[in-house]
C-alpha cells in the first residue's frame, strides 16, 4: 500500500499491464485503447467531481467512465456473463461451491486470510441489503487516498477456500455476482472488513477508488488535505464540490460516507470510524493519520474579498463583454461592475496540514517529471505561491514536486470549483436539463483568467465569485433552452444534446493572453506544450528570476494531448498569497502553527525589529528612563486627581448620576418574542401529530445550556435570579440561594453530562411537568457525537450538544420540548435541520410600512446600523478600518514572510498601543510610532475619568481570538502601564473563556462604591459589572460566547480578528460583540442629544471631509478650541498620513480639547440619544440621568450668552487645529481634571454632565476592522445586500449547489431561513448530517423551537419572560371563566305554598309537585334586560326591579368567576390527552376521520314540506343507528327502553346546537360523561358543516337545510326536537314488532348549549326535618353522567315535560338550595319529553329568549316543568360564536356607519337603507331596545303590563308583560282584575278571535301592536279580530322591519285604544 511504485515504471508488472490493456481494449467499444503506461496506476487524481447530475452521472455504470473510455452520455457496456458450469451452485451469496460468503452468516467464524490479502465486501446487484466477504491481495486495492492500486486482480474465495483467481471476472462468476455489465472491482468491492471488540466482522470504512462515487478517506497528498478524521476528505457530490466555492480541501465526507446520489450506501459514522484495525492486522498508516489530524475542525478556505475602490480596468479593446466567447461571464458593461460580488463567499472546508508548524503537505503523486520547487523561493518571493489545480485532461495529473515542499502551497479548490461548476443543478433537471450542456473546460478558464484581470491590487480572489460568473454564464448561454423547458412538459427521454462550444482549445491560450494584455502584468500566462511540469518550472524560474514582481497570478495552461485541457493557476502576489494560505489552515492548525512560532522564538526577530524603529533605542529603555525620572512627579499630581474624584462621592460633593443600574424590566420587544414563543409551542399542542399534550403539565421546569464560558454562566445566573422566574413557575420552594439558581443553567463543559443526566432523570420522574430545555448560544459546537467518538481521549467536550441534546432520551421524552436560542441560526437551517420552518421565531422587526410596531425607548444598533453609519450623508462612521496600522502589518508581512500575519498583527497592535500610552503620558515623540486610531483610544481610555466627579471611565475592547498572542498582548501592556505609572488610571482584563474575571483591589475598591456593594468578598463576574471601569479588556477565545459587555464599552478593537477565516456566522458573531442598545427619545430640549445631529443644511460652509465640530463637552476651559478633523470617503481616518506624523499636533490639540471625550470630531457627528443603554449593556435610570444631564448642555449648546461658545468662523485648513491660548501643549498636564480659568457658574453641573458613561450610553461604541473585512462588510451587491451576508453561513455547513440564487436584501428572516434549508447541507462533522437518514422523511423533531435575533438584543430576557407566560399558560389552561351571576328577581315571588317542602327527596314526588304553582318569573341572570312576567302571585313595585344595564354592555359587563377544571369537565378542540383520542377520532379499528353522510327527510304539516336533514355519521358511531338491509339507508336513530336500567351508558341523546364555535364549543364530553357510553350530536348550520367536521372528525353531526343558514337558535330548536318526535313514532313502529310497548320507548333528549363546561351537586345535611329551618350543605363537581342517570332514575319521569337544574353561582344562597325542586323556567341544559310535547312547538323564528317562549307554551299546555335545584351547571364565557355571531349591517357596503336599533325598522315603502339581517331578528333587537316607542303607556308601569298572546318576546326590562294562550284547556293566569296598558299581537293563528279579545281590559290610550308577514295579512287580521271596534288607527302607524323585499320583511300596525 505504499508508495513503491510512486511515478516510475517497474518491469516486473509491465507484462500483466499490457496483458490487461489488451484484453480491456478487446472488451471496449471504443477504438482507441488506453495507453499502457496511464494504467498502470489508477488515475493519481484525488479530486473527484461531486456533481449532482452533471457530465458524471451519480450511477455506478459512469463511475469509471475514464477507465472504459466511456464519455459521460455513452451508454454501459453490454456485457453477457458466461453460463455457469453445469451443476455448480448459483444461490445468490453463496458460491459456485455452494458455501455461504455473507458477513452476516460468517462474520463470527474464523476466516483464514493469507499475509498480504485483506478481507472486503463485494456488493451483488441481486443482494442490495448483503455483504460478500471476499479476500483479496493489497496490492490490487488503493492506498489510503485512492492511488496505487495495481491493475488486475487476485483474490481468494473464503467460503470454498479456492485460491488464485487472477481475473474479477472469472472470481465475480465464482460468487455469484449475477453482472448484466462488465465486472470491475472497482465497482463491485466496496468495503474494508474489520473485527470489532468482539472479534466479529464488520463492515469497515469505504475502499476509496479513484473516481468512484465514495470518496471516503483523506488524501495526504496536496497542501491542504484532509480534515477532522481520516473519511474527511470529501469528494462526494455531498461533498463540499457540489456545493461550495472552495471546496476540494477537504469537503470532510466520513468513510464512507454517502454521497447524495440515491445510489450511495450509507455506511455509520460509527463504523467508518472504527479502530483502525484491518483484519486483524494493525494499519499503521491509519493511526497515524488519526493522530495527526484530528485536532481539525471544518473551516472555511477563505478566500478574501474585493473592496470596489477605484476606477475600473480598462478592458483590452479586443474583447467585448458581449462576444459570445466570453458569454458575459457575470460582468455587465459598464465602469463600478468590474467585480459582481453579489455571492461572493467563503466557503468554509476543513483541511488538516501535517503536524508542526508547515501548513504545507506532501506533494500529489503523479507520473511525469518531478518539478523541483527552488530552495530560497520563500526568501526571493516573500510568500509563498498558492497553486491551484484546474482543468486536467482524463489522463492527465498533476505534475509530482520535490525539492523545497515547505515553500509551497497546492490546493484542489479551483478543480472542485470547476467540477462542481459542471453539474447541473436539480433545479433544471425538472426541465429535463440532461439535455442543457454544462459550461464547456475551455470557457469556464477564460472565465476565470478574465476574473483575475478585474481583481484589484489590494482584492483576493473568491470561489464563490466565480462559481456565480460561471453560473450566470450558463444560465445565459442557455436561457432558450431553459425557457424552453418551462413551456414545454418534461420528456422522458431528451434529447441529444448539442455541443455547446464557443472557445476551442486552441483558441485558448490565445484569448487568455489577449485577456492578460490589459492588466499590466498582474496575471502572466504561460502557455506549455507538453504538461504542466514545464510550465510550473517556469513559473519558479520567472520567480527566482524576480520576472513576476508586479504579478499577482500565473496562468499555466497545457492544450497539448487530445485536444483536452490541463491548466493551474498560481497566486504569486504577495498580498493574495498569503492571505489565501493562511485561509486554507484550520482553526486548529491557526492556533498550532501561532504557538509553535512563539514557542520557537521565531517572534524575537519581529521583537529586534521593532527596537530599531525607535529613535532613542528599544521602547524598554526608555520607559525605563521615564519611569526613573517622573516617579515622584507622576505619582502625586495624576493619582491625586483620580484619588480625589474618587472620593467625592463620600465627601459629599455631587457624584456622578449618570451611573444608576436600571432595574430589571422587561421591554415591549421581548415580550413580543415571548408571546410569538408560546403560540408556537401551542401551535405544536393544537397539530393533529399529538406531539404535545399541555393539557397534561401541571408546572414548567426548565434547563439552559450554555458554552463553556465562565463569565457568559455568570451572566445567564444573573438574568435567572433578577427575572424572578423561578419564583413565577413556584420552582424556589425555599429561600432562593445562589446554588438554587446553578441548578437550572448547564456550562457544557466536562462536568455537564452527570447534571444533564440528573435534569433527563427528573423529567422521566415527573411526567406531569413540562420540560424546557433552553440551548443558548446553539451555533456553537454543532459536532457531531461521532465525530467526538474519534478523538475523545483529546478534548471530552467536543460533540457535547449533540451527546446530551441529541440524544434518544431527549427526542422521545413527550414532556421535553427543545428552544435553540442563537443570533446566528445558519447552522441549523440547513436541508437536513431537525427544527421545522413552522417552529421558527425571529426576532420581529422594529418597523413596519414606517410604523413603530413596539415603541420602545432604546434604539438596538446592530450590524446593520453599524454599516449604514459609513453611508455616505451620515455622520462619522462607527465601523472603520486603520489604514497605516495595515499598511505597517503589510510592509512587515513581506519582510518575515515565515511569520503568520495574526502574530505580526498582534505584536504591530500591542506596539502601537504601548506607544500611544507613552504618548499620553508625556513622551510626545512616540506619537509618530503608533496610529490616529490608536491613539484616540489610549487618550480617551486615560482621561475619561478625570471627568467625571466619580471617575467612571471607558472600556476598550481589545478582541485577540488566539489565546497565546492573548497572553502576549496582556503581559506587554500590563509592563508598560507599570512602567508609565499608569496603574490606577485603568485596569487590563484579559478575558478568557475557561477563566473568570480577575480585577485589581483598587478596581474593585471602585466598583463596590459606585455599585453600593457591601459584601467584602464581592467580586465582578460578568462583563456587565465592569459598567463605568475604565478598562481594557482583552477578549480571547477563538468565538465569543455569548458574553454581554456593559454601557461603557466605548471602542471595539477588532483589527487582530482572523481575516483570512470568513464566514457569515464568524463574521457577524465577531461584529455582534458591539452590538448595543442606546437612547431612542429625544427630549424636547433636543440639549443632550450631541451636536452631532446637527445638519449639514445648518451648516452651508461644511463639506464631506471638513467637518468643524463645536466640542462643548470637557470641564476644562479648552472646550473653547473647534476641533477639526478630516473624514476621508474611504472610512480611514488616517488615510492622508501614513507616518501619523502630520497628526500629531492635531492629536495634541483634540486631546487638549476634550480630555476623554469619547466623541472626539468624528464621533461627534454620530448619531447620539441620549439615555442608557439596553439590559444587556447594562441598565441605567433615565430620569435622573436627564435631569443632570440635560440643562447645562442646553446652555452651551443654545445660549450663546450664557455659554462659552467658540467663535465658529474659525476656519484653519484640512487636519490643522487651533488650540486654545489656555490649553497646554504637553498631553500630560492637559490632562488634569480641573482648570482655575472655568467660569464659576456652572462648573459642577456641567462636570456631572460630562462623564463618560453618559456618553458613551448615548451612542454605539466605535468598532476598527481589518481592512479586509472592513470591505467585505461594507460593499454591497446589486440588491444593496451587504456582500458578507451572502458568504458561506458557517463552518459546519456547505452549499448545496453552486446552483443557487442569490440571498436577496428583501428577504426577510424567514425567508432567509427557507434559503439556507434548501441551499445549505450540513457536513459529515455537523450533528444534524444523519437526520435525514432515519427514514422519516420530514426528519423534523415536532417538540423542538428555534428562536433567533440579533446579538444582544435581549434573548435571554425573552426566553425567561416565555418560561413565565408558558407557566402561566399552564395554570390558565386547568382554569376556565365562568358565569357567576346571582339568581334575579328572587324577591319578587312569595312565600307561601312556593316550595316543595320535602327536603330531603331525591325525586319530586308527582303528586306533591303538580300541587306547586308555576313561577312565571325568569330568574336566569342572562335575562336581566327581558320583560318581566307577570302572574296573579305577584304585585310590582317599580323599585323592586334593580338598574338595567346598558344594552350593548351585555356581553362585556356580565360577571365570571375563574375556576379549576375538574375531572368532569367538557372540553374544547385545544384539548388532547391520552384517555379521550379514541372518542375524538384516533380509533385503532377505523380508519381515521372516515364517516358517511345519510340523508333523512319526514314531513312537518305545519312547514307545509318535507324536511330534508343530513346527518354524518363516522364508521365508530354508526351502532348508534338502524339502517336498511340492503341499501344501507338511514332509517332511525336507536331509542333505549324506560324500563332499562343500565348504569353503562347514558339513555337520552345529547344535541347541542351550535353556530361559530367549531374550536371553541365545548364538545369533548368524554370526561364530563366519566368515559360512559352516551350519544353526542352536533346540530349544525350547512355552510358550517366542513369546519366542524374537520375539528370534530368523531361527532355526529345533524346538518340543518340550507334555508336555516341565517336563522336562530330557534330554528335548531324546532328541528331537533321535531326529529326526535318523528324518530320516537319510527322506533316504537320498529320495537312493536319485537314485542315492545310503544309507550315503553324512552322518550327524552337533552338540548345542551355548547358552554355547559361543568356540573355540580349540592348535599345537603339538614336532618331531613320538613320544619326544620336550619339545614347546612356543600357542593362539589360531579360527572353529567351522575346527574343524567340520577335524572333518568326518576319514578314517573315520563310524566314530567321539561327537566332542568339551577345555573351556578358563588353567590347561590341556602334559599336557593332549600327546596330541591321548583316548577319553574329552565335553561341552558334542558331534558325534553318529546312524546309530551308533541304538540308544542319551539318558534322557528326565534333567535332571542326562545327558551322562554317554549317555557310558557309547555306550561299553558298543562304540561310540567321541574327543576332540580340540587344540581347547577356552569357555563363557560366564550368570547365567540352563538347569538354574538349575527351582525346587523347595511346592505349598502360603503356605508360604515354604526347602524343602531332605532333603524331596525322604517315606514313602508321609505327609502331607507335596508340591512342585510333576518326581519325577524331585527323585530326582536328593536323590541328589545325600542318598545316604549310602541307602548309608550307601559313603561315602568308594572302594575299594567302588555298583553302578549301565544308568544314571548322581549320588551326590554322597563316593560312588563303577561302571557296567553289562546289554545282551549289552555292553563292561563287569571285576567280579570289586569288592565292591561298594551296588546302585541305576534303572527296569530286561527286560534286567536275577536272574542278570545274581548275578555281583556285595556287602559284608555294603551296601544295595540299587530306583526303579520306581509300588509296584506295585515289588513285581514284588522278584519277579523274586529280591531277597529276598539282601536284607532292611522295610516302613518304603519311600520316594516329594514329588510328588502326579498328578505320578507316583516309588517307592524300600531293602533291606541278608544
Not at 450542456?437 to 481583481?455: G, R
Not at 390558565?1372 to 312556593?1394: A, C, F, P, Q
Not at 336557593?1712 to 329552565?1722: D, I, L, N, T, Y
Request: hydrophobic share 35%; glycine share 6%; proline share 7%.
Amino acid at each position: 500500500m505504499g508508495n513503491s511504485y510512486a511515478g516510475q515504471l517497474k518491469t516486473t508488472r509491465f507484462e500483466e499491464v499490457l496483458h490487461s490493456s489488451i484484453e480491456a481494449s478487446l472488451r471496449s467499444n471504443s477504438l482507441v485503447p488506453r495507453p499502457v503506461f496511464s494504467q498502470l496506476y489508477l488515475e493519481a487524481e484525488q479530486q473527484l467531481s461531486a456533481l449532482e447530475g452533471g457530465s458524471r452521472v451519480d450511477n455506478e455504470e459512469e463511475e469509471e467512465e475514464g477507465e472504459g473510455g466511456l464519455e459521460p452520455t455513452c451508454p454501459p457496456n453490454p456485457y453477457q456473463m458466461h453460463p455457469p458450469p453445469e451443476g455448480c451452485c448459483t444461490t445468490d451469496g453463496f458460491c459456485q461451491a455452494g458455501k455461504d460468503l455473507r458477513l452476516v452468516s460468517i462474520s463470527n467464524e474464523p476466516v483464514e486470510v493469507p499475509a498480504g490479502f485483506l478481507l472486503v465486501g463485494a456488493k451483488s446487484p441481486s443482494l442490495p441489503d448483503h455483504l460478500l466477504v471476499c479476500a483479496v491481495d493489497k496490492r490490487f486495492l488503493p492506498d489510503d487516498n485512492g492511488h496505487n492500486a495495481l491493475l488486475g486482480f487476485s483474490g481468494n474465495c473464503v467460503g470454498c477456500g479456492k485460491k488464485g483467481f487472477c481475473y474479477f471476472t472469472e472470481f465475480s462468476n465464482h460468487i455469484n455476482l449475477k453482472l448484466t455489465t462488465q465486472p470491475k472491482k472497482q465497482k463491485h468491492l466496496k468495503y474494508y472488513l474489520v473485527r470489532n471488540a468482539q472479534g466479529a466482522l464488520t463492515k469497515g470504512p469505504l475502499i476509496c477508488w479513484r473516481g468512484s462515487e465514495f470518496r471516503g478517506r483523506p488524501t495526504t497528498a496536496g497542501p491542504c488535505s484532509s480534515s477532522l478524521f481520516p473519511p474527511l476528505d470529501s469528494s462526494g457530490p455531498l461533498a463540499a464540490f457540489s456545493s461550495e466555492p472552495t471546496p476540494g480541501t477537504n469537503a470532510s465526507i466520513p468513510l464512507g460516507a454517502p454521497p447524495a446520489g440515491p445510489a450511495c450506501d450509507h455506511p455509520s459514522l460509527a463504523a467508518a470510524t472504527s479502530p483502525a484495525v484491518s483484519n486483524g492486522q494493525d494499519s499503521p498508516k491509519r493511526q497515524q493519520l488519526v493522530k495527526n489530524k484530528l485536532a481539525a475542525v471544518p473551516r472555511p478556505a477563505a478566500l478574501g474579498i474585493f473592496s470596489n475602490s477605484g476606477p475600473p480596468k480598462k478592458r483590452h479593446k479586443g474583447w467585448s463583454p458581449e462576444s459570445p466567447s466570453a458569454a458575459d461571464g457575470g460582468y455587465p458593461q459598464g465602469g463600478g461592475n468590474r467585480a459582481k460580488y453579489e455571492s461572493s463567499g467563503l466557503s468554509c472546508v476543513p483541511q488538516v496540514g501535517l503536524v508542526g508548524p508547515a501548513s504545507v503537505t506532501l506533494p500529489v503523486v503523479a507520473s511525469g517529471e518531478p518539478v523541483s520547487v527552488p530552495d530560497n523561493l520563500l526568501k526571493i518571493c516573500k510568500a509563498k505561491p498558492v497553486i491551484f489545480k484546474g482543468k486536467s485532461s482524463s489522463h492527465g495529473n498533476f505534475p509530482y514536486l520535490c525539492g523545497n515542499l515547505n515553500d509551497v502551497v497546492v490546493s484542489p479548490l479551483l478543480y472542485a470549483c470547476y467540477q462542481n461548476s459542471q453539474s447541473i443543478s436539480r433545479a433544471y433537471e425538472q426541465y429535463g436539463a440532461s439535455a442543457i450542456q454544462p459550461i464547456s473546460e475551455e470557457m469556464q478558464l477564460l472565465l476565470t483568467v478574465y476574473y483575475l484581470v478585474q481583481l484589484a491590487a489590494d482584492q483576493v480572489p473568491l470561489m464563490e465569485d466565480l462559481e456565480q460568473i460561471f453560473l450566470r454564464s450558463w444560465r445565459e448561454s442557455h436561457l432558450t433552452e431553459i425557457r424552453q423547458y418551462q413551456q414545454a412538459p418534461p420528456q422522458p427521454f431528451p434529447p441529444a444534446p448539442s455541443a455547446v462550444a464557443p472557445v476551442t482549445s486552441a483558441q485558448l491560450p490565445w484569448l487568455a493572453g489577449l485577456a492578460a494584455s490589459s492588466c499590466n502584468d498582474s496575471v502572466h500566462i504561460i502557455e506549455c506544450t507538453y504538461s504542466l511540469a514545464e510550465g510550473l518550472s517556469e513559473m519558479f524560474r520567472l520567480l527566482i528570476e524576480g520576472k513576476l514582481a508586479k504579478t499577482n497570478y500565473v496562468v499555466i495552461i497545457c492544450a497539448c494531448r487530445n485536444a483536452a485541457i490541463d491548466s493551474c493557476i498560481a497566486v504569486t502576489g504577495k498580498y493574495q498569497a498569503r492571505i489565501l494560505s493562511e485561509s486554507l489552515l484550520t482553526p486548529a492548525e491557526y492556533q498550532k502553527e501561532v504557538n509553535y512560532e512563539l514557542v520557537t522564538g521565531k517572534v524575537d526577530s519581529l521583537g529586534a525589529f521593532f527596537s530599531t524603529l525607535c529613535p532613542e533605542g528599544d521602547i524598554d529603555i526608555l520607559l525605563d528612563k521615564f519611569h526613573q525620572e517622573n516617579q515622584g512627579h507622576i505619582s502625586s499630581s495624576l493619582t491625586a486627581s483620580v484619588t480625589k474624584s474618587a472620593s467625592l462621592d463620600v465627601g459629599g460633593a455631587p457624584a456622578c448620576t449618570s451611573y444608576s443600574l436600571e432595574p430589571h424590566r422587561i421591554r415591549p420587544f421581548q415580550l413580543a418574542v415571548a408571546q410569538k414563543l408560546l403560540s408556537h409551542v401551542c401551535s405544536i399542542a393544537d397539530s393533529s401529530t399529538q406531539s404535545l399534550d399541555l393539557g397534561s403539565f401541571e408546572k414548567v421546569d426548565f434547563l439552559i445550556c450554555i458554552p463553556p464560558s465562565e463569565v457568559t454562566y455568570q451572566q445567564t445566573l444573573f438574568h435567572v435570579w433578577h427575572s424572578g422566574v423561578l419564583l413565577e413557575l413556584g420552582l424556589d420552594k425555599e429561600h432562593m440561594t445562589k446554588q438554587r439558581v446553578e441548578q437550572y443553567v448547564l456550562k457544557l463543559d466536562a462536568e455537564a453530562q452527570t447534571k444533564f443526566k440528573s435534569f433527563l432523570q427528573n423529567s422521566f420522574q415527573n411526567p406531569h411537568t413540562l420540560f424546557v430545555l433552553i440551548h443558548d448560544h446553539a451555533h456553537w459546537d454543532l459536532v457531531s457525537s461521532a465525530v467526538h467518538n474519534l478523538y475523545s481521549q483529546s478534548d471530552p467536550s467536543v460533540g457535547l450538544v449533540d451527546r446530551l441534546l441529541n440524544c434518544r432520551e431527549v427526542k422521545e421524552a413527550p414532556n421535553i420540548v427543545t428552544l435553540h436560542v442563537t443570533s446566528f441560526p445558519y447552522a441549523l437551517q440547513t436541508q437536513h435541520t431537525l427544527v421545522s420552518p413552522y417552529n421558527e421565531i425571529h426576532w420581529p422587526a422594529s418597523y413596519s410600512n414606517g410604523a413603530d410596531l413596539y415603541p420602545e425607548n432604546k434604539k438596538y444598533f446592530g450590524l446593520s446600523e453599524f454599516i449604514e453609519s459609513t453611508l455616505s450623508g451620515h455622520s462619522l462612521p462607527l465601523l472603520r478600518y486603520d489604514s497605516s496600522f495595515e499598511a505597517m502589518v503589510t510592509a512587515l508581512g513581506k519582510r518575515f514572510p515565515r511569520l503568520h500575519s495574526a502574530v505580526i498583527r498582534t505584536f504591530v497592535l500591542v506596539q502601537h498601543y504601548a506607544a500611544a500610552m507613552m504618548a499620553v503620558s508625556g513622551l510626545s515623540q512616540m506619537k509618530n510610532y503608533t496610529s490616529v486610531e490608536t491613539l484616540e483610544i489610549t487618550q480617551n481610555l486615560i482621561n475619561s475619568p478625570k471627568q467625571c466627579p466619580c471617575g467612571h471611565g471607558l472600556m476598550v475592547l481589545l478582541r485577540v481570538p488566539c489565546s497565546p498572542l492573548a497572553a502576549v498582548a496582556y503581559e506587554r501592556l500590563a509592563h508598560v502601564r507599570a512602567r508609565l505609572a499608569l496603574e490606577q488610571h485603568f485596569e487590563i482584563i484579559l478575558g478568557n473563556p475557561s477563566s473568570g474575571i480577575t480585577v485589581g483591589k483598587h478596581f474593585v475598591k471602585q466598583l463596590k462604591m459606585w455599585q453600593k456593594i457591601e459584601d467584602a468578598e464581592w467580586r465582578p463576574q460578568t462583563y456587565l459589572e465592569l459598567e463605568g471601569l475604565p478598562c481594557i479588556l482583552i477578549f480571547s477565545g477563538m468565538d465569543p460566547h455569548g458574553e454581554s459587555l456593559p454601557r461603557s464599552l466605548r471602542y471595539c478593537d477588532l483589527r487582530l480578528i482572523n481575516s483570512s477565516c470568513l464566514v457569515r456566522t464568524a463574521l457577524e458573531q465577531e461584529l455582534g460583540l458591539a452590538a448595543y442598545f442606546v437612547s431612542n427619545e429625544v427630549p424636547l430640549e433636543k440639549g443632550p442629544r450631541n451636536e452631532g445631529l446637527e445638519s449639514d443644511a445648518e451648516k452651508p460652509s461644511s463639506t464631506d471631509n471638513e467637518d468643524e465640530e463645536l466640542v462643548t463637552e470637557g470641564s476644562t476651559s479648552e472646550k473653547r478650541s473647534p476641533v477639526k478633523r478630516e473624514r476621508p470617503r474611504s472610512r480611514d481616518s488616517a488615510s492622508s498620513c501614513r507616518s501619523s506624523k502630520a497628526s500629531s499636533s492635531a492629536l495634541c490639540g483634540e486631546t487638549s480639547a476634550q480630555p476623554g471625550g469619547p466623541l472626539q470630531g468624528e464621533q461627534t457627528r454620530s448619531p447620539q440619544p441620549c439615555g442608557p443603554s439596553e439590559e444587556g449593556r447594562g441598565p441605567g435610570d433615565k430620569q435622573r440621568l436627564r435631569a443632570s444631564q440635560g440643562p447645562p448642555a442646553v446652555i452651551s449648546r443654545h445660549s450663546p450668552g450664557l455659554a462659552p461658545q467658540p467663535d465658529s468662523s474659525l476656519k484653519t485648513s484640512q487636519r490643522s487645529v487651533q488650540v486654545s491660548v489656555t490649553s497646554s501643549s504637553q498631553l500630560s498636564s492637559s490632562g488634569s481634571s480641573s482648570s482655575p480659568m472655568v467660569p464659576a457658574a456652572g462648573t459642577l453641573v456641567l462636570q456631572a454632565t460630562q462623564c463618560s458613561v453618559t456618553k458613551a450610553c448615548q451612542q454605539p461604541p466605535v468598532v476598527f476592522l481589518p481592512k479586509l473585512v472592513y470591505d467585505m462588510v461594507t460593499s454591497t451587491d446589486s440588491s444593496g445586500l451587504p456582500k458578507a451576508a451572502s458568504l458561506l453561513p458557517s463552518h459546519s455547513v456547505m452549499w448545496a449547489s453552486s446552483f443557487r440564487p442569490l440571498l436577496s436584501k428583501t428577504m426577510t428572516s424567514t425567508e432567509q431561513s427557507l434559503y439556507y434549508r434548501q441551499w445549505t447541507v450540513p457536513r459529515p462533522s455537523h450533528m444534524d448530517y444523519g437526520n435525514r437518514a432515519e427514514g422519516r422523511v420530514d426528519g423534523f423533531h415536532p417538540r423542538r423551537l428555534l428562536l433567533s435575533g440579533p446579538p444582544q438584543i435581549g434573548k435571554t430576557g425573552a426566553y425567561l419572560q416565555f418560561l413565565s407566560i408558558l407557566s402561566r399558560m399552564l395554570i390558565r389552561l386547568t382554569e376556565v371563566d365562568v358565569y357567576d351571576e346571582e339568581e334575579i328577581n328572587i324577591n319578587l315571588r312569595e312565600e307561601s305554598d312556593w316550595h316543595y317542602l320535602q327536603l330531603s327527596d331525591p325525586w319530586p314526588d308527582l303528586e306533591l309537585f303538580k300541587k306547586l304553582p308555576f313561577d312565571y318569573i325568569i330568574h336566569d341572570p342572562k335575562y336581566e334586560d327581558a320583560s318581566l312576567v307577570c302572574s296573579h302571585h305577584q304585585s310590582i313595585k317599580r323599585e323592586d326591579r334593580g338598574p338595567s344595564r346598558k344594552p350593548d354592555d351585555l356581553y362585556v359587563r356580565r360577571q365570571t368567576a375563574r375556576m379549576r377544571l375538574s375531572k368532569y369537565a367538557a372540553y374544547n378542540t385545544y384539548h388532547h390527552c391520552e384517555h379521550c383520542h379514541q372518542y375524538m377520532g384516533f380509533h385503532p379499528r377505523y380508519q381515521l376521520y372516515e364517516s358517511t353522510l345519510h340523508a333523512f327527510a319526514f314531513s312537518y304539516s305545519m312547514l307545509g314540506e318535507e324536511i330534508q336533514l343530513h346527518f354524518i355519521i363516522p364508521k365508530s358511531k354508526e351502532h348508534h343507528f338502524v339502517f336498511s338491509q340492503p341499501g344501507g339507508q338511514l332509517e332511525s336513530m336507536r331509542l333505549p327502553l324506560v324500563t332499562d336500567k343500565s348504569h353503562e351508558y347514558i339513555k337520552s341523546p345529547t344535541f347541542t346546537p351550535t353556530t361559530g364555535r367549531h374550536e371553541h364549543g365545548l364538545f369533548n364530553l368524554y370526561h364530563a360523561m366519566d368515559g360512559a357510553s352516551h350519544l353526542h350530536v352536533l346540530v349544525v348550520k350547512e355552510y358550517e358543516m366542513p369546519i366542524y367536521k374537520k375539528y370534530w372528525p368523531n361527532h355526529i353531526m345533524l346538518v340543518l337545510p340550507s334555508i336555516f343558514n341565517s336563522a336562530g337558535v330557534g330554528a335548531a330548536h324546532f328541528l331537533i326536537k321535531e326529529l326526535s318526535y318523528h324518530n320516537l313514532e319510527l322506533e316504537r313502529n320498529r320495537q312493536e314488532e319485537l314485542g315492545i310497548k310503544p309507550q315503553d320507548i324512552w322518550p327524552f333528549i337533552v338540548i345542551s348549549d355548547d358552554s355547559c363546561v361543568m356540573w355540580n351537586v349540592v348535599d345537603i345535611d339538614g336532618g331531613g326535618e320538613r320544619s326544620s329551618r336550619e339545614f347546612s350543605w356543600s357542593e362539589r363537581n360531579v360527572s353529567l353522567k351522575y346527574i343524567m342517570q340520577h335524572i333518568e332514575a326518576a319514578p314517573n319521569i315520563t310524566h314530567y315535560a321539561l327537566i332542568g337544574m339551577r345555573k351556578w353561582s358563588s353567590k347561590t344562597g341556602s334559599r336557593e338550595v332549600r327546596a330541591p325542586f321548583s316548577r319553574c323556567h329552565v335553561h341552558d341544559f334542558i331534558v325534553l319529553n318529546v312524546d309530551l310535547t308533541q304538540n308544542v312547538q319551539y318558534n322557528q323564528n326565534r333567535f332571542l329568549c326562545d327558551d322562554v317562549d317554549f317555557n310558557l307554551r309547555v306550561h299553558s299546555a298543562g304540561l310540567l316543568l321541574c327543576r332540580f335545584n340540587r344540581f347547577s351547571v356552569m357555563k363557560k364565557q366564550i368570547a365567540v360564536g352563538g347569538h354574538r355571531s349575527f351582525h346587523i349591517t347595511s346592505k349598502v357596503s360603503d356605508n360604515p356607519v354604526a347602524i343602531v336599533p332605532a333603524q331596525y325598522i322604517c315606514a313602508p315603502d321609505s327609502k331607507h337603507t335596508f340591512l342585510a339581517a333576518p326581519a325577524q331578528l331585527l323585530l326582536e333587537k328593536f323590541l328589545q331596545h325600542h318598545s316604549h316607542r310602541f307602548f309608550p303607556l307601559s313603561l315602568k308601569n308594572h302594575g299594567h303590563p302588555v298583553l302578549l298572546v301565544d308568544c314571548y318576546l322581549n320588551l326590554g326590562s322597563q316593560i312588563s308583560v303577561c302571557y296567553v294562550s289562546s289554545r282551549p284547556h289552555s292553563l292561563n293566569i287569571s285576567c280579570s282584575d289586569f288592565m292591561f296598558s298594551g296588546l302585541l299581537l305576534y303572527l296569530c293563528d286561527s286560534f286567536v278571535g275577536a272574542s278570545f279579545l274581548k275578555k281583556f281590559h285595556f287602559l284608555k290610550g294603551a296601544t295595540l301592536c299587530v306583526i303579520c308577514q306581509d300588509r296584506n295579512s295585515l289588513r285581514q287580521t284588522v278584519v277579523r279580530l274586529e280591531l277597529e271596534d276598539q282601536w284607532q288607527f292611522r295610516l302613518r302607524d304603519e311600520f316594516q322591519t329594514a329588510n328588502a323585499k326579498e328578505d320578507r320583511p316583516l309588517f307592524f300596525l300600531t293602533g291606541r285604544h278608544i
